[in-house]
Every structure is written in structure tokens, then in C-alpha cells.
């Protein structure tokens, strides 16, 4: 277990419908970040969030949405879903910058959205 | 622009044996961290090893080094003693100081055979 969890783990929709992605940072992480890896595809960051507020955008669709809230867990909204939105969705956590060593960010498992 | 670029999609290599997989990056700025990701085939990320810029060795972490030419912009992963678990996607990253974000590769996906 890594400490930072996603629910759920996976997903099956219809298009058009619109789905909530949940995660919970590590204990003590003030980051959140969003990312999307299609089938045989690198992770695409999408979003990111320091102690409720966004500080990072990446690529992220406009029928997309995040926010952070006061207990640091996140949530992403993916709205009018289309086929290409399937992918695995990963939440990652992380320290602020410069507080030790850098180790980058510690993952969730992953939400795996499958949009039929 | 902060660039990751994994120029292997696959390799394989022979149980016990050592593999080297490629990664070159691109940053304007001088401090910067570099890290591999493991990702098998259940999906989930997990870290193997981090080189920071100003790091004077090469990162080491059990049968994982890494392999940083500085000059030459690379941070290659050595696997030695490869073993069957091994098999799976390996992802380089970069940080930049100024920035939060990773910024991936598009990975290599390693196959070990017996």
C-alpha cells in the first residue's frame, strides 16, 4: 500500500455520462496530481493542486474538472465522456519541494475508466 | 521545455543478465531531478530511483544504478540480474526546481525470458 488511495479501481460508463474520480493523498503530502495514460501510452499530467488551490495545468479538456479540499483529498470530474476519455487514471501525492530528499511522488493504483 | 524521451518501445533480455534502457532529457534549468518508474502489468507505479542534478555518484538502489552523463543529458537504468519479475513498463521522469511537475517519457517495455 502505498498511502495514496484512488476510488474506485475501475469503471465502466456510457459516453455522454459524467464520472468522479476520488483520491487521498499520502499523510502529510500537501500535493495532489492528476494524470491520464491511454493503452500503451506515457502518463499525460493533467492537473495539480497544492493545499486547495491549483497551481499546475497541463493538458487537461475543458470537460474536465478538479478541485482539492480542506481534508487534501481530490476529486476529478470527467463530464460528456467519449470513447478516447478510457484510460487509466492515476492520482499521485507528494511533499512540498525543498523538505528533504526528493523523491518525487508516491501513486495510487489507479482508477481505470472504460467509456463503451 | 522540459522533454523526456525514451528512445527504446521494447527490449528484452535473458534472466541473469544485465540490461541498460535509454533516457535522454532536455531543461534549460540547472537543477532538476530524474527519477525511473516501474509500471508491471497491474498497472501501478512504483518507484525505483532518483538522481538529483547536482548528485556527484550515480544513484544506486539494489540491482538498480543509474547511469547519468551530465554533459550528454542521459540517465540510463541499469537492471543487473534481471529476473522474470522484471518484465514490465519502465517510465523515466524528470522534475524541474521551478517546477511541481513530472514529466514522463513514453516509456520501454522490458520482457525477460528464462
Known amino acids: 500500500d502505498s498511502g495514496v488511495t484512488q476510488t474506485p479501481k475501475h469503471l465502466i460508463t456510457a459516453t455522454g455520462q459524467r464520472v468522479t474520480l476520488r483520491c487521498s493523498p499520502r499523510?502529510?503530502?500537501?500535493?495532489v496530481y492528476w494524470y491520464q495514460q491511454s493503452l500503451d501510452q506515457g502518463l499525460q499530467f493533467l492537473i495539480q493542486?497544492?493545499?486547495?488551490?491549483?497551481?499546475a495545468k497541463g493538458n487537461i479538456l475543458e470537460r474536465f474538472s478538479a478541485q482539492q479540499f480542506p481534508d487534501l483529498h481530490s476529486e476529478l470530474n470527467l463530464s460528456s465522456l467519449e470513447l478516447g476519455d478510457s484510460a487509466l487514471y492515476f492520482c499521485?501525492?507528494?511533499?512540498?519541494?525543498?523538505?528533504?530528499?526528493?523523491?518525487?511522488?508516491?501513486f495510487g493504483s489507479g482508477t481505470r475508466l472504460t467509456v463503451v | 521545455a522540459q522533454k523526456i524521451t525514451q528512445t527504446q518501445p521494447g527490449m528484452f533480455v535473458q534472466e541473469k543478465e544485465a540490461v541498460t534502457l535509454d533516457c535522454t532529457y532536455d531543461?534549460?534549468?540547472?537543477?532538476?531531478?530524474l527519477f525511473w518508474y516501474k509500471q508491471p502489468s497491474s498497472g501501478e507505479m512504483i518507484f525505483l530511483i532518483y538522481?538529483?542534478?547536482?548528485?556527484?555518484q550515480n544513484a544506486t538502489e539494489g540491482r538498480y544504478s543509474l547511469n547519468f552523463q551530465k554533459a550528454r543529458k542521459s540517465a540510463n537504468l541499469v537492471i543487473s540480474a534481471s529476473q522474470l519479475g522484471d518484465s514490465a513498463m519502465y517510465f523515466c521522469?524528470?522534475?524541474?526546481?521551478?517546477?511541481?511537475?513530472?514529466?514522463f517519457g513514453t516509456g520501454t517495455r522490458l520482457q525477460v525470458f528464462p
Open positions: 538522481q538529483g542534478s547536482y548528485d556527484q
Open positions: 499523510s502529510g503530502d500537501l500535493s
Open positions: 499521485a501525492s507528494s511533499v512540498e519541494r525543498g523538505q528533504g530528499i526528493d523523491y518525487g511522488y508516491t
Open positions: 531543461t534549460s534549468d540547472p537543477s532538476y531531478g
Open positions: 521522469a524528470m522534475r524541474e526546481r521551478n517546477t511541481d511537475k513530472l514529466i
Open positions: 493542486y497544492y493545499n486547495g488551490e491549483e497551481r
